[in-house]
């Protein structure tokens, strides 16, 4: 059976890809993947695009 794990940190990792600079992976291992590739998987997965198109898509100034 697959384990099925639930992420409450997906608004922290979606707001750091849009108002910071951090790299991705950096973003990963802040919200508690091992993985660059588990995080983009799983970000794919939830949000239908992967971390660095998110990131294209909604960046904004990062805030001081």
């Not at 992976?25 to 508690?32: D, M, N, P, R, V």
């Amino acid at each position: 059976m697959p384990q099925v794990i639930c992420y409450r940190n997906w608004p922290d990792a979606s707001d750091l890809l849009a108002t910071t600079d951090k790299e991705i992976k950096a973003i990963a291992l802040a919200i508690g993947f091992g993985s660059y590739d588990g995080f983009r998987r799983a970000f794919e997965r939830n949000f239908s695009v992967c971390p660095s198109t998110y990131r294209q898509a909604f960046h904004t100034e990062s805030r001081a």
